[in-house]
């Protein structure tokens, strides 16, 4: 029997103690790790990405507060040393298999332009591939930085609201065009 697809592990951010899943990105400065010759291997379709992110927002300032990141199991050393060489001694690095498991650190992050966050998900719009689009969230927060600066936080969530009234959104509805379709739901441009 084939691998059962299921909908990609989502970043988060962390806002006054409270999570959401990153639901939209529009710019460019968010944790990766090829810019740092760290490579990855996807452990299967839940993180075809091979890494997942968790944001922190303290004192205006964006932070990676926690990564996890999937290797190659010959690589896992290497990205192992390289981690604890980005991150150092105040990163939690568990890496005695593929699976690196950072935590307890503030790395900070350069981002510059807009993220949209999502909390309180609607369970009839779940698509079970790719990530949930803003809409299918009770509460959507866009937040707009400038070099990791917070600059603004604005409510979406009667504009998101606005969007499945008007698309009569009733979830798992059959795309109109596939290649827009695939772009939209394994994308996360807003």
Same mark, same amino acid.
């Given at each position: 029997?084939?691998?059962?697809?299921?909908?990609?592990?989502?970043?988060?951010?962390?806002?006054? @103690?409270?999570?959401?899943?990153?639901?939209?990105?529009?710019?460019?400065? =968010?944790?990766?790790?090829?810019?740092?010759?760290?490579? %990855?291997?996807?452990?299967?379709?839940?993180?075809?990405?091979?890494?997942?992110?968790?944001?922190?927002?303290?004192?205006?300032?964006?932070?990676?507060?926690?990564?996890?990141?999937?290797?190659?199991?010959?690589?896992?050393?290497?990205?192992?040393?390289?981690?604890?060489?980005?991150?150092?001694?105040?990163?939690?690095?568990?890496?005695?298999?593929?699976?690196?498991? %950072?935590?307890?650190?503030?790395?900070?992050?350069?981002?510059?332009?807009?993220?949209?966050? @999502?909390?309180?998900?609607?369970?009839?719009? +779940?698509?079970?591939?790719?990530?949930?689009?803003?809409?299918? +969230?009770?509460?959507?927060?866009?937040?707009?930085?400038?070099? @990791? =600066?917070?600059?603004?936080?604005?409510?979406?969530?009667?504009?998101?609201?606005?969007?499945?009234?008007?698309? @009569?959104?009733?979830?798992?509805?059959?795309?109109?065009? =596939?290649?827009?379709?695939?772009?939209?739901?394994?994308?996360?441009?807003?």
């Amino acid at each position: 029997m084939g691998e059962i697809m299921t909908a990609p592990s989502s970043d988060s951010v962390w806002i006054d @103690g409270r999570r959401y899943d990153l639901c939209g990105v529009q710019g460019e400065g =968010l944790f990766n790790p090829a810019i740092f010759d760290i490579d %990855v291997e996807s452990p299967g379709t839940a993180c075809w990405r091979g890494f997942t992110c968790a944001y922190e927002i303290r004192g205006h300032h964006l932070y990676l507060a926690e990564l996890e990141l999937w290797s190659d199991p010959t690589l896992w050393r290497r990205n192992r040393a390289k981690l604890a060489d980005l991150f150092g001694d105040e990163a939690q690095i568990d890496g005695a298999h593929p699976l690196v498991d %950072v935590t307890d650190m503030l790395f900070p992050i350069q981002f510059t332009g807009g993220l949209l966050v @999502g909390d309180d998900f609607i369970s009839e719009l +779940y698509d079970g591939l790719g990530f949930q689009p803003a809409y299918a +969230y009770r509460e959507v927060q866009e937040l707009t930085f400038e070099s @990791g =600066l917070l600059l603004a936080q604005s409510d979406c969530s009667m504009a998101m609201l606005e969007v499945r009234l008007r698309q @009569g959104m009733r979830g798992n509805s059959e795309p109109q065009n =596939l290649s827009a379709w695939i772009y939209d739901s394994f994308g996360m441009d807003f």
